[in-house]
């Protein structure tokens, strides 16, 4: 097949569980030129036979999340009548939960962003976050879940902020080589300690986009190979002689990095408890 897909996506939310599970499952399909179509907050039936419209037009796949029963029915025999594929991404799991549990189902349309007591939590760990990016307010580092250390554009910023979406405390200190390991983090005994590192030919890489991208075009020992080989292999000793776990994050994705901090993390209090 060739040519240009559309793909429907059909909400009565936000649609961020949607378009995430979309955007995951359309990365293992490249070379498809896809074209998306967004609708978000359907909650009345002229809202949903709008949408119903838009998608005659452009047939292709319709993939939702519509929680009310009346809704979701018309959407699927609309989408049946047209004979395009449709899937409903919340009816597997919250079938399968509903017998689990015993319990029917309350219909609520985007329930899982209601403001509770795990969203303040998340927003909480993100201002924690903010407050204790690159070594800031080192005296109050014993109060993190996680500390990040490796040297600079291991990805230690953007995977703490992720862990504080997931609603971790997480603070990360940048390590340079020739200047000594903070005391404060030595001194902590509490958080879960990650070294992250990367190959030095990664790190002389990433290294050298971001200096470009702020107009400096300098070689110096931040961006030569020989001394980032020597900085990797002094934060890698640093780690072993604290007993620090370590993550290679040199092909890892954020996401992949922050899952196996939680795994880390979920094995430290496991044993903990």
């Known amino acids: ?159 703490c902020v992720y862990l504080a979406i997931r609603g971790v405390r997480a603070a990360n200190v940048p390590l340079v080589l020739g200047i000594p390991t903070p005391p404060q983090l030595l001194l902590c005994k509490d958080p879960l300690i990650v070294g992250l590192w990367a190959s030095p030919e990664r790190l002389v890489q990433v290294r050298r986009n971001r200096l470009a991208t702020i107009g400096e075009h300098k070689d110096t020992d931040y961006v030569d190979l020989e001394s980032v080989r020597n900085e990797v292999v002094a934060t890698r000793r640093l780690y072993e002689q604290h007993g620090w776990p370590t993550i290679d994050v040199t092909r890892r994705s954020i996401e992949e990095t922050a899952a196996a901090i939680l795994t880390l993390l979920a094995e430290r209090q496991g044993r903990h408890e």
């Open 1 to 159: 097949m060739s040519g240009q897909f559309h793909l429907h996506l059909v909400s009565d939310a936000t649609g961020e569980t949607l378009h995430a599970v979309a955007k995951a499952a359309l990365a293992q399909f490249e070379a498809v030129s896809v074209q998306e179509h967004s609708y978000t907050l359907v909650r009345s039936e002229r809202q949903l036979l709008r949408a119903v419209d838009y998608i005659r037009e452009h047939p292709g796949l319709v993939l939702f999340t519509v929680v009310h029963q009346e809704l979701r029915n018309e959407l699927v025999a609309q989408c049946a009548a047209m004979s395009v594929p449709f899937f409903d991404l919340m009816e597997g799991p919250v079938g399968m939960m509903a017998r689990f549990f015993g319990a029917p189902k309350t219909q609520k349309p985007g329930g899982q962003h209601e403001i509770d007591q795990k969203y303040l939590q998340r927003i909480e760990a993100l201002n924690y976050t903010i407050q204790h990016d690159d070594g800031q307010i080192l005296d109050d580092l014993g109060s993190a879940e996680v500390i990040l250390i490796g040297a600079s554009r291991t990805s230690k910023t953007p995977t």
